[in-house]
């Protein structure tokens, strides 16, 4: 079926350099999520759109991390600088309403990103 | 948000039962208690929510205690492709305005044995 959908799979990039991660969420849901994963660590919320507003961005670590939304659907989660802590499995997930609903989220299978 | 404490690691055997606790004594009337589940290399799973009454769906049933402080995820017939790693989250309901977030514990890994 049509789940939610990120590119690439996997990311290798060094230090310094700037990152982009894709997520296609499900087509119609209203809400998106950005998660980082940690080794052996719960998913960490990062950032919430509805439709294309950023309504919550209070778990993104860093100025450096950035994420939009600008047609209310694929979004991109744009790291600059990376460091070597910014090294996780950042996962997408979707819903269809917004959070105001009791709507469970359907997640992607996420971006292992590595920085050497 | 609530915190919610679970068992690290179960074992269960193929074709029984796996029955995984998860307690939440700090809970409060609005909050919902989800149910994820995450299999190696993908992403979470939904599974199944409630707020008070037990539910059933076509993966699992959720057992909330009368006092909502604890709940019990039932597997009514385990599969070796049940091994995963269970989250047990409670999810404020918010009001207007407010953006609810899922706060994630470390979960239990279930290995299910054949």
């Known amino acids: 079926g049509a789940g939610v959908s990120q590119s690439p799979r996997y990311k290798v990039a060094k230090r310094g350099q700037d990152v982009a991660l894709r997520c296609d969420p499900i087509?119609?849901?209203?809400?998106l999520f950005w998660y980082q994963q940690a080794l052996g660590q719960g998913p960490e919320f990062l950032t919430y759109?509805?439709?294309?507003?950023?309504?919550?961005k209070s778990g993104l670590p860093s100025d450096r991390f950035f994420a939009e939304r600008p047609e209310g659907s694929v979004s991109t989660l744009k790291i600059q600088r990376t460091q070597q802590e910014d090294s996780a499995v950042y996962l997408c997930?979707?819903?269809?309403?917004?959070?105001?609903?009791?709507?469970?989220?359907?997640f992607g299978d996420g971006t292992r990103l590595s920085i050497l | 948000d609530a915190k919610t404490t679970q068992p690290p690691s179960m074992d269960c055997a193929e074709g029984r039962a796996a029955n995984l606790p998860c307690n939440h004594s700090?809970?409060?009337?609005?909050?919902?208690v989800y149910w994820y589940r995450q299999i190696h290399s993908q992403g979470p799973q939904y599974i199944i929510h409630?707020?008070?009454?037990?539910e059933t769906n076509e993966m699992a049933s959720l057992i909330i205690t009368e006092d909502r402080k604890s709940s019990t995820l039932i597997l009514p017939h385990a599969t070796l492709r049940d091994t995963a790693v269970y989250y047990c989250?409670?999810?404020?309901?918010?009001?207007?305005?407010?953006?609810?977030?899922?706060?994630w514990g470390l979960g239990t890994s279930l290995a299910v044995n054949p």
């Open positions: 997930a979707s819903s269809l309403l917004s959070v105001t609903a009791n709507q469970p989220q359907h």
């Open positions: 759109f509805q439709n294309e507003a950023q309504l919550d």
């Open positions: 989250i409670v999810s404020h309901f918010p009001n207007a305005g407010n953006n609810r977030k899922l706060i």
């Open positions: 409630g707020l008070k009454n037990n």
């Open positions: 087509s119609g849901h209203v809400s």
């Open positions: 700090t809970i409060s009337g609005n909050e919902y």
